[in-house]
């Protein structure tokens, strides 16, 4: 998401993602701040702790980011805010992993491509598949997690215009190939 | 391991985008450190910064924590 200032950046970035998740939630959404730094700020929902999400089958949703803000002197709105790490994760309603999509380049885990873990509680214990095995993927947007818990999870949107909603937020953020 | 409350439905769909103060993000550091694994926000700093993680850096709940840790401590 770019703007003329950092704090316009990171408004036009945070009011995306709060579109998008008022689809299923009305949990707050949490940024650390929009000042230029070397550091990457932080970014949660509901203080990192699951959210609960109305479907028949109790469901949460976990949603932890990273972004800086960077200058980009070439664009028009030369300030531009781009998700440095994620970690998208829905869970029952033990807390137990269903599906973790993440991204955290910056860790101590040999993995910093994106990828997805199943969680230990949705395989048997003689599977091939492991809870700790990294499924590569591209960028998965926060949109593409929501539409998940809609479409495949049952959730119950907050908002008839939700399919709407999630293609124009990720539309917004997509400017950038490597937002997400 | 996370526990998931029960959600009241809402009749506003919007969501509030809250900019946190440095004191804020470090509650919501200590609060999750104490959720996820049962120790202060400190110890987990503490036991990160010596490696004790580095065995299964992985596990979900410490990927919570550690992408929570305020990025200036």
């Known amino acids: 998401m770019t703007g003329r200032t950092p704090q316009e950046a990171v408004k036009a970035w945070a009011s995306s993602f709060q579109q998008a998740l008022s689809c299923i939630t009305g949990a707050r959404f949490n940024v650390d701040g929009y000042r230029p730094a070397d550091r990457p700020y932080d970014a949660d929902l509901n203080g990192g702790l699951a959210v609960p999400l109305a479907a028949v089958a109790r469901l949460g949703l976990i949603a932890i980011l990273r972004y800086r803000i960077m200058r980009e002197a070439t664009s028009r709105d030369p300030w531009i805010v781009r998700i440095v790490t994620y970690h998208y994760s829905l869970v029952d309603d033990t807390g137990r992993d269903i599906v973790s999509y993440e991204w955290h380049p910056e860790g101590t885990s040999w993995a910093r491509w994106q990828h997805v873990h199943i969680g230990r509680a949705m395989l048997r214990d003689d599977a091939r598949l492991s809870s700790r095995m990294h499924l590569p993927t591209g960028p998965v947007p926060i949109e593409d997690v929501i539409r998940l818990a809609i479409v495949e999870f049952d959730v119950r949107p907050r908002r008839p215009d939700w399919a709407a909603v999630l293609q124009r937020t990720n539309r917004a953020r997509a400017e950038s190939p490597d937002q997400s | ?73």
Do not use: C, N
């Open chain 2, 1 to 73: 391991m996370a526990t998931v409350a029960q959600e009241p439905d809402v009749e506003d769909p919007g969501v509030t985008v809250y900019v946190v103060t440095p004191e804020e993000r470090w509650a919501i550091f200590d609060r999750a450190a104490r959720h996820y694994l049962r120790m202060s926000g400190e110890e987990f700093i503490r036991a990160w910064d010596a490696g004790k993680f580095a065995e299964d850096p992985d596990q979900p709940e410490i990927v919570r924590v550690f992408m929570l840790r305020p990025s200036d401590r």
